[in-house]
């Protein structure tokens, strides 16, 4: 079924190339161009899910840390790309190479801030609400 994810992935690009016009990114063709694959992917994962395929704790913990990743993306990005562009030849290339290297890097920075910042504030927060609350039981 990955392989199927993959061929509707490649078929809404065609479509999408079918039908552009002046319309832009926040055309009406966006909910087709981005919610049909990832309404695609969410199913089969589920039904993954459903059938017991178990992803292993690297998944799980890129789920808990989610948040962190999404809040440290823009950053990342912005960084990598800055440094990019100095070495960037516009070839095909080039980009094959560093859309995975953006990739890992921004599941590696939202990760180290999940480990040490999201999870040590967090068991803090809880002790100090837990210990500020307790006079008034």
């Not at 809404?12 to 002046?22: E, T, Y």
């Not at 704790?57 to 808990?64: N, Q």
């Not at 094959?96 to 921004?106: G, K, Q, S, V």
């Not at 939202?110 to 837990?130: A, F, M, N, R």
């Amino acid at each position: 079924w990955f392989i199927n994810g993959l061929e509707i992935i490649a078929l809404n690009v065609r479509i999408q190339d079918l039908f552009s016009s002046d319309i832009g990114v926040n055309g009406l063709l966006r909910p087709f161009n981005i919610g049909v694959p990832v309404t695609f992917i969410v199913y089969f994962l589920l039904i993954a899910e459903k059938n017991n395929l178990v992803f292993g704790k690297f998944f799980v913990l890129l789920g808990d840390a989610s948040y962190s990743i999404y809040l440290t993306h823009v950053l990342t990005l912005s960084a990598v790309g800055r440094i990019w562009s100095v070495f960037n030849s516009e070839s095909i290339i080039d980009n094959l190479i560093i859309i995975p290297i953006m990739l890992i890097l921004t599941c590696m920075v939202g990760l180290v801030s999940y480990l040490w910042i999201e999870i040590p504030l967090s068991k803090y927060l809880k002790k100090v609400i837990s210990w500020n609350f307790r006079w008034w039981l």
